[in-house]
C-alpha cells in the first residue's frame, strides 16, 4: 500500500500558546474561502484515516457541542479579524463555548480537513496525532478550521498501552512527502536545530505507554539518524523533553533534518530514548521509511 503526504498551501503564520494545562497551536493560510467547508463526519474520517496510517487508535467521535463551539469561533474570527485563541468579551460575536473552542483546539484559515490543514507541520500534527485523543469537534464554516483536541485526551486505561510505544509521521512506506519544510511554524522548530537555516521533512514520533498522566511523560531521544537508499547520512537534531520547543510536543518528539532532503528519494529514520514519567524509564526504539515527492513549498 501506498500512502501520499497531503498537499496543501504554504502556512503563512504559526504560533502557539500554552492554555488550560495544555497547547493551542495556531496556523495561518492565505485567503479564506466562503464555503461552508467539510462536514464534522468527513473530518472525523479524514483524522483517522491519517491516524490508521501510522498505526494509532481512532478518535471515536465528534461531539455537538465542541462543533458548534468551532463554528462559533470560527464566526468570532471572521467577524472581527482577529485571528486568536481567545475571545474578547467585550466583542458583540463573544460567545463562552466559542472561547472555549478557541483555548482548546487547533486552528487555521482557510477551510480545510485536518490533514491538509495540519498533516505537514509539526506542532499541530503532533496534536491531532495524540495517541490517547478519543473524541474531537470540528467545524470548517466560515473559511477557517477549528479542531477540538485538548478537551478529548483520555487518561483512562483503556487507552493506555502496556510499554512505551512510538507512532512514526510520516507513516512507514509513505511517499510524496515535500523534501522541505515550512520556515513559517511558530514556535520555530528551528530553535531545536541550531545553525540551520533550512529544515528538510520533519518526522515526527507521537508517544504512548502506560503512565497515568499524558502531560506529564516526557520523551528523551538519546541516539537518532536519518539515512537515504544510497546509505548516505543526514544530519538531524532532535526536538525532545530537553529542546527549547519541549512544551509543544505533547509527549512526542521529533527529527529535524538539518537541511532540505533530495526529490523522490527513499529515506529511513530511526531514533531511540525513553520516556520519563514518575521517576521512571519506558525505552522507545523506533524507525520509518519514507520517500519524498518533487513538491515544495
Given amino acids: 500500500m501506498e500512502l501520499r503526504s497531503p498537499r496543501h498551501s504554504r502556512i503563512i503564520v504559526a504560533r502557539a500558546l500554552a492554555l488550560l494545562g495544555g497547547l493551542a497551536l495556531v496556523a495561518v493560510w492565505p485567503a479564506p474561502g466562503a464555503s461552508a467547508g467539510p462536514s464534522p463526519r468527513t473530518a472525523l474520517s479524514d483524522l483517522n484515516q ?3 496510517a501510522s498505526g494509532l487508535p481512532r478518535v471515536r467521535t465528534v461531539q455537538r457541542k465542541w462543533n458548534r463551539g468551532c463554528k462559533l469561533h470560527n ?4 467577524r472581527t479579524g482577529e485571528f486568536s485563541h481567545r475571545q474578547r468579551r467585550s466583542s458583540r460575536y463573544y460567545t463562552r463555548l466559542g472561547a472555549l473552542a478557541a483555548a482548546r483546539s487547533v486552528i487555521a484559515q482557510p477551510s480545510a480537513l485536518p490533514t491538509r490543514a495540519f498533516g505537514d507541520t509539526i506542532y ?9 485523543l478519543i473524541r474531537t469537534g470540528y467545524s470548517g464554516q466560515f473559511g ?8 478529548g485526551v483520555s487518561n483512562a486505561a483503556s487507552v493506555r498501552t502496556r510499554s512505551a510505544v512510538a507512532y512514526p509521521w510520516p507513516a512507514n512506506g509513505q511517499t510524496g512527502l515535500d523534501p522541505t519544510f515550512s520556515e513559517n511554524e511558530w514556535p520555530d522548530p528551528r530553535a531545536d536545530a541550531p545553525g540551520a537555516t533550512r529544515l528538510g521533512t520533519p518526522i515526527t514520533f507521537s508517544v ?8 506529564l511523560a516526557k520523551s528523551y531521544v538519546t541516539s537518532m539518524s536519518l539515512f537515504d537508499e544510497l546509505g548516505q547520512s543526514i544530519p538531524v537534531s532532535a526536538s525532545d523533553a530537553s529542546s527549547r ?17 533530495a526529490k523522490n528519494t527513499w529515506y529511513t529514520a530511526r531514533a531511540s530514548g525513553y ?20 513538491g515544495s513549498w
Fill in 50 to 52: 491519517m491516524r490508521a
Fill in 75 to 78: 464566526n468570532y474570527m471572521r
Fill in 124 to 132: 499541530h500534527r503532533l496534536a491531532m496525532l495524540q495517541p490517547r
Fill in 144 to 151: 477557517h478550521t477549528c479542531l477540538q483536541v485538548l478537551s
Fill in 208 to 215: 504512548n505507554g502506560p503512565w497515568r498522566n499524558w502531560k
Fill in 245 to 261: 520547543n519541549r512544551a509543544y510536543l505533547y509527549g512526542g518528539f521529533a527529527l529535524l533534518p538539518r537541511r532540505g532532503l
Fill in 275 to 294: 520516556v520519563a514519567y514518575g521517576g521512571r524509564r519506558y525505552p522507545v526504539i523506533t524507525s520509518t521509511r519514507f520517500k519524498t515527492g518533487t
